[in-house]
């Protein structure tokens, strides 16, 4: 498989999902971010400073994927993939819920 067609869960998921329910989320001004190394970026640099580093995490994944054994790749797709899934639905609930 390729790449970009091992990561469409990703994507869709960590990437898309993620970014747009937290960058909706924290432009209602009811939520915050709760990790603090990202609440001193948004701090700093604004939300929006979440696409950089959502870009330079999937060059993070494009060396592990370059890199890792088969096994250890899909273990790491599905756990990011998963996290996005989580994410995305505690912001989801957050926006709709807070």
Known sequence: MSFLKDIKPVLLL??????????????????????????????????????PLKIAFLFLMYHVYKNADRYY???TRYSVACIGLLA??????????G
Do not use: C, Q, R
């Not at 603090?36 to 979440?50: K, Q, R, V, W």
């Not at 995305?88 to 819920?97: E, I, K, Q």
């Open 14 to 51: 960590y990437v898309l999902g993620d970014t747009i329910t937290t960058l909706y989320a924290l432009h209602t001004g009811n939520f915050y971010e709760g990790n603090p190394l990202l609440s001193n970026i948004f701090h700093t640099y604004g939300f929006t400073s979440l696409i």
């Open 88 to 97: 995305t639905l505690s912001n989801t609930v957050a926006v709709f819920h």
């Open 73 to 75: 790749w899909n273990i």
